[in-house]
Structures are given as structure tokens and as C-alpha cells.
Nanobody, 126 residues
């Protein structure tokens, strides 16, 4: 079956960096756009970043633009999120998600995504 397993979360101080990874199995990874979403306590799940099937197109939420970088490796079936200059407001559970696409498009909202990981906690202290 399809599995998405996130790793790399933790407790850091403001200004620090973290790199999240998501390992995918049970699917043809290169057929899926991949997204990162996050959910803070008491808030709705929100879009962070997405990357097209080939990796040729990316998108970021305004709140993370210039600080976060998404990338993927279609040989290793992984997608990563490099997070720099972390802020306390970045504190959330981060989820990776997979959306089967027949094009280089991707969605910036959670509804269309077919598969989700279990999430990894990121906590940024001030």
C-alpha cells in the first residue's frame, strides 16, 4: 500500500534551520505532485509548498517564500523541505502529501491530495 513517512522535525530556536524529508513507497512517485502542508493547534491545515512531478515547477505560501525550499528526488522517491530562518509561527505538524497528476500542475490546497503522511512536529522557540 502507499506510505508517506515524514522525518526531520524537532525543537529548534528562532533563526535555526531544519530539513524535513518524506519517503514514499507503494506508488509511482514520478506520477505524483507532492505537497507540504502544516497544521498548528486550533488552526486549519494550510499549504506550505508544492512541487510538480518532474520537480520543474514549485510554489510556496507567502509566509515561507524565501525561507523554505522544496525539492524532490524521483530516483530515491523522496521529497524534502529545507526550512531556514525559522520563526515561532512556523510551529506546527508538517505533513507531506501526494496527488496523482497527468500534468505538471499541482494544487495549493489539501482537498485533491490522495495520500498523506502521519506528520512530523516542528517546534520553534523564541
Amino acid at each position: 500500500q502507499v506510505q508517506l513517512v515524514e522525518s526531520g522535525g524537532g525543537l529548534v530556536q528562532a533563526g535555526d534551520s531544519l530539513r524535513l524529508s518524506c519517503a514514499a513507497s507503494g506508488l509511482t512517485f514520478s506520477s505524483y505532485a507532492m505537497g507540504w502542508f502544516r497544521q498548528a493547534p486550533g488552526k486549519e491545515r494550510e499549504f506550505v509548498s508544492a512541487i510538480s512531478r518532474s520537480g520543474g515547477s514549485t510554489n510556496y505560501a507567502e509566509s515561507v517564500k524565501g525561507r523554505f525550499t522544496i525539492s524532490r528526488d524521483n530516483v530515491k522517491n523522496t521529497v524534502s523541505l529545507q526550512m531556514n530562518s525559522l520563526k515561532p509561527e512556523d510551529t506546527a505538524v508538517y505533513y507531506c502529501a501526494a496527488d496523482r497528476r497527468t500534468s505538471e500542475n499541482y494544487y495549493t490546497f489539501p482537498g485533491p491530495y490522495d495520500y498523506w503522511g502521519q506528520g512530523t512536529q516542528v517546534t520553534v522557540s523564541s
